[in-house]
């Protein structure tokens, strides 16, 4: 079955500063309010632009094929390829865990995943994307971005 979406109406907010490109992101979330979810188990997706300055809920992507947790994969059911096409547009996927095969997958669909230890909300998980975003972004976000890269003068003189 195919994934259920849930977007926003409100048309998209005009870009006043070509420099504060937002960054799609997206959140393993059982409740929509927090990362608190592995790859293969979450109920949903949380989508979030976010730039320097600005978040803004975009999308929530609701899946009714969830594994157990248990370790165990059903080679039946493929649980993977719904959740990597939800990612479409997404630079990183913040989530609780994730398999070897799921993360080369989901890498392969060009996002960068990042495991976090233990849940936490998604206001702050969006707050720490915004505060790198204010400081030294790496390298691999600064080509999403279509930012380049700071020259050796321009890092002596910060």
């Known amino acids: 079955m195919p994934p259920r979406r849930l977007r926003l109406i409100d048309p998209e907010p005009p ?7 937002p960054l799609r992101i997206a959140i393993a979330t059982n409740d929509l309010e927090t990362l608190n979810a592995h790859f293969g188990s979450c109920r949903s997706f949380a989508l979030w632009d976010v730039s320097a300055k600005s978040a803004r809920f975009v999308e929530a992507v609701g899946f009714d094929e969830t594994t157990d947790q248990g370790g165990k994969h059903d080679d039946s059911a493929d649980r ?3 959740k990597v096409e939800a990612l479409t547009g997404c630079a990183l996927l913040f989530v609780l865990a994730i398999g ?10 060009g996002v960068h995943p990042i495991k976090r230890k233990e849940p936490e ?9 915004q505060d790198m975003l204010n400081g030294n ?14 020259s050796f003068l321009e890092e002596e003189t910060r």
């Open 100 to 109: 070897g095969p799921a993360a080369a997958r989901v890498v392969r669909a």
């Open 80 to 82: 993977i390829t719904p």
């Open 137 to 150: 972004v790496p390298p691999f976000l600064r080509k999403v971005l279509g930012r380049p890269a700071p």
């Open 121 to 129: 909300p998604i206001s702050a998980i969006v707050a720490q994307v």
């Open 15 to 21: 870009m006043t500063d070509p420099a504060d490109v």
